[in-house]
Antibody, heavy 118, light 107 residues
Framework: QVQLQESGAGLVKPSETLSLTCTVS?????????WGWIRQPPGKGLEWIGN???????YYNPSLKSRVTMSVDTSRNHFSLKLSSVTAADTAVYYC???????????WGQGTLVTVSS | EIVLTQSPGTLSLSPGERATLSCRAS??????LAWYQQKPGQAPRLLIY???TRATGTPDRFSGSGSGTDFTLTISRLEPEDFAVYYC?????????FGQGTTVEIK
């Protein structure tokens, strides 16, 4: 059974960098699939941040592209998100996910709330 | 970016009733449309992909249809566990985008 678990700081100061890691169990990242990050501000809808393939190929949402960096570590079976220069608007639940080969997001982490505040 | 507009914002229905949720795209989509269910405090769950294909474990009371710019999720007979928020998503054109959601609440 594929499981994803987000980890990282739950409180980040404005202008600093948000860093999250998604640890995958039950499946080897190097076996394929696109892996992604999606966020959801409290009480609001979903926003796609970007995807990364096991080779390191990335696709970012243009609205966040200048601040986003994703990476993958196949030896540790995890992938990571960095979002720089954060503001209160970046406060959200951040989900890591595995995209389905047929379409859509088939597996989600439980989500982690990141609050941007001084 | 493709904008997805869901309607209605809230649907108030009773168990056993039929629910019809709409998702309209700002430009024509291929078959790259999915539907998700989200309950409070949980991650979304994939229900439908490819417009009309049920994901593993999705009950057959859920069905998806549509083409071009207009898509529909139908729940034939609402069960108590179906009261939740539903999102559509297009994944065929980058950036992937989601609708703003429809809340199905108990009347």
């Amino acid at each position: 059974q594929v499981q994803l678990q987000e980890s990282g700081a739950g409180l980040v100061k404005p202008s600093e960098t948000l860093s999250l890691t998604c640890t995958v169990s039950g499946f080897s990242i190097s076996s394929g699939y696109y892996w992604g990050w999606i966020r959801q501000p409290p009480g609001k809808g979903l926003e796609w941040i970007g995807n990364i393939y096991h080779s390191g190929t990335t696709y970012y949402n243009p609205s966040l592209k200048s601040r986003v960096t994703m990476s993958v570590d196949t030896s540790r079976n995890h992938f990571s998100l960095k979002l720089s220069s954060v503001t209160a608007a970046d406060t959200a639940v951040y989900y890591c996910a595995r995209l389905s080969s047929s379409g859509g997001v088939g597996y989600w982490g439980q989500g982690t709330l990141v609050t941007v505040s001084s | 970016e493709i904008v997805l507009t869901q309607s209605p914002g809230t649907l108030s229905l009773s168990p056993g009733e039929r629910a019809t949720l709409s998702c309209r795209a700002s430009q024509s989509l291929s078959s790259s449309l999915a539907w998700y269910q989200q309950k409070p405090g949980q991650a979304p769950r994939l229900l439908i992909y490819g417009v009309s294909t049920r994901a593993t474990g999705t009950p057959d009371r859920f069905s998806g249809s549509g083409s071009g710019t207009d898509f529909t999720l139908t729940i034939s007979r609402l069960e108590p566990e179906d009261f939740a928020v539903y999102y559509c998503q297009q994944y065929g054109t980058s950036p992937q985008t989601f609708g703003q959601g429809t809340t199905v609440e108990i009347k």
